[in-house]
């Protein structure tokens, strides 16, 4: 069987027979993501200027962009070197973009390289399986895949029991991209093995900065929130994001905790609301000089263990809403003189990061 890595688009060189568009980027306070299929946690390949023109082959749907400079959509952009771009931030003529035809799907040399996989195939008897980003039918929703599309396993976790045409189980299947499939839909042989941290999705790091810190969400600001006259208890910013886009560490360290902080009567890998207390899943970093950082909110547990090494830019974790929060975002602190962490030595984030060369404000 073939090997094949799905995503809602997945980079392949342009085939159709259409002359190329040309439009032009619209991202003053930020260069523009250029990724390899069309959402925000498929991997960064490169970035593009404010005012940079490119050639448009046709387009794609995929992940809903609220925040662009140009539009709102879930329109994405594939240039003619197959890579993508939200056309949230693009301008361009006013005639419409072609809809991309099939494109055969192509495993990254760097995702096969890096893991053990599995291979399988969508068996569903007929009907699309759902990738989602977390093993529950209520996580959003990333792709539709035809029955019969062939499958690379990297690793199953534990989650939502679902009976399907090949088994009843509760272990969904992550693929290379960080998405999530059923078991129960998937023909396959060999068991993929237990997802840990060997076995995490291969997502392009943050570059960091010259000081050695990055910003933990890469193309998301944070708002201004610490220590509010209507909040004088939130000791950290906010970096709205989507569920499933992931986190990086901001500098190297050493994980210290990887704890679900939620008031008793509720899960951490549930979406939390306003009325419900705590920081949900989170990780926390010691760094050099004193410093902490935290990262609340997370989607599901953290890919990292308590003692692990990190690098500046790695991925922790995924974007999430748990715990006391009413939609998708990073809640991210930094302490000094630490440890421990807490009130007495919060900092402000986003002056802090300016000064290391990482602004995210």
Known sequence: MSVAVVVLATLTPAV???????????????????RAGSAVWTAQLRTLPHGASVAIDCQVKGQLISEGSVRVTDRWDRL???????????RRPGTPVPACGPAAPVAPAAVAAAVTTTTGSVATGGTPLKARTAPSHGAPLVAALPNGTALTLVCQERGESIAGSQRVTSMWD????????????????????????ANQPVAAPAAPAAGGWTSPLPGFRARPGF?????????GVDLMS????PI???SAGTVVEVVCNIEAGHSCDQTGSPSVGGCGWYVKLQ??????????????????????KVKAGQVIG???????SSAPHLHYEVHINAPPTGPQNAIDPIPFMRTHGAPIG
């Open 248 to 250: 990086h560490a901001a």
């Open 16 to 34: 159709d027979a259409h002359a190329a568009e040309s439009a032009t980027v619209v991202s003053p306070k930020r260069p523009l993501n250029v």
């Open 174 to 197: 992550r693929l290379p991209e960080g998405t999530y499939v059923s078991d129960a839909y998937v023909r396959r042989g060999a068991t993929p093995p237990p997802c840990a941290a």
């Open 242 to 245: 989507f569920t499933g886009t």
């Open 80 to 90: 003619t070197d197959g890579s993508y771009v939200s056309d949230a931030w693009i």
């Open 227 to 235: 220590r509010t006259s209507n909040n004088p208890n939130h000791i």
């Open 287 to 308: 760094h050099e000089g004193g410093i902490s950082t935290l990262y609340c909110h997370m989607v599901r547990r953290a890919v990292v263990q308590p003692g692990q």
């Open 318 to 324: 995924y974007v999430g809403s748990s715990g006391n």
